[in-house]
């Protein structure tokens, strides 16, 4: 599902500015020797402010911002706005839900950031005590706000049409598929600023590195149906309960 200019240009100023703040964090915590990763190749996962900055320092380069909002307060707001929950609400089937992910993503030109084949249902443990799909559509939704526009060759989010379908398929980290999903038919929303896009844990979808010139900056929540996570996510703030026309 993709909502069109959800957030505006007087919104989007201060989101951007927040991005900014991330990065400059991220470089200055890059500089400190005592975070690099104690394995080669290997990204460090550094707290600051609340928040885990996931990134490699050599070269330098973010991958993620986790729970951005307890380092920029104004991306927690984003997370719990009603024009979000609404919708949300409507696919979990309840009123009340956990907010789990609240991530700011980067993708400069020619920072190799990418990600294979995959579905959320894996990340969220799928198969394990901490996660039960109490609704039977998966109880979690994860929603995706573009801060910049999004192209054909900025690398935007690549969706497996029908996959939502078939349940959690337990797909190999490597993002290969199984033989009946043809990545030649996946969809590729183009987006401008302030754009949602919103989709469920079984979708199979990815993204390719970003080779414009352009950056390709994306602000990520996910929400769960209330009982379905058990699991402790980090960051000071993460998993809190929200409710939306109650």
């Known amino acids: 599902m993709t909502l069109r200019r959800v957030f505006g240009p007087n919104e989007l100023g201060p989101i951007r500015r927040a991005f900014d703040r991330l990065r400059g964090d991220a470089e200055r915590l890059a500089l400190d020797t005592e975070h690099s990763p104690a394995e080669a190749g290997a990204p460090a996962m550094v707290m600051h402010r609340g928040s885990q900055f996931v990134m490699d320092a050599a070269p330098h380069r973010i991958r993620r911002v986790v729970w951005c909002g307890a380092s920029e307060p104004v991306l927690a707001l984003i997370g ?51 996660w039960r799909d109490l609704n039977g559509r998966g109880s979690y939704v994860q929603t995706v706000i573009a801060v910049d ?28 598929l199984p033989p009946e999903y043809d990545p030649a038919t996946a969809v590729r929303p183009e987006l401008q600023p ?15 590195p970003n080779e414009s010139t352009r950056p390709r900056r994306a ?28």
């Not at 030109?109 to 084949?117: L, N, Q, S, Y």
């Not at 939502?164 to 980290?173: F, I, N, S, V």
């Open 219 to 246: 602000l990520i929540n996910g929400y769960a149906y209330p009982g379905a996570n058990s699991r402790t996510y980090p960051g000071e703030g993460s998993g809190r309960s929200l409710s939306v026309g109650i």
């Open 80 to 130: 719990a706005d009603p024009r979000l929950l609404g919708p949300v609400s409507q696919l979990l089937g309840s009123r009340k839900m956990d907010h789990l992910i609240n991530q700011a993503h980067f993708k400069s030109p020619g920072d190799g950031v990418a990600f294979p084949w995959h579905q959320d249902s894996t990340h969220r443990r799928y198969g394990t005590p901490q």
């Open 194 to 208: 302030g754009d949602v896009v919103l989709f469920g844990p079984y979708t199979i979808h990815g993204s390719e």
């Open 149 to 176: 526009e999004v192209t054909r060759d900025n690398g935007p989010l690549s969706f497996i049409p029908g996959s939502c379908t078939r349940g959690h398929l337990d797909l190999p980290g490597d993002g290969s």
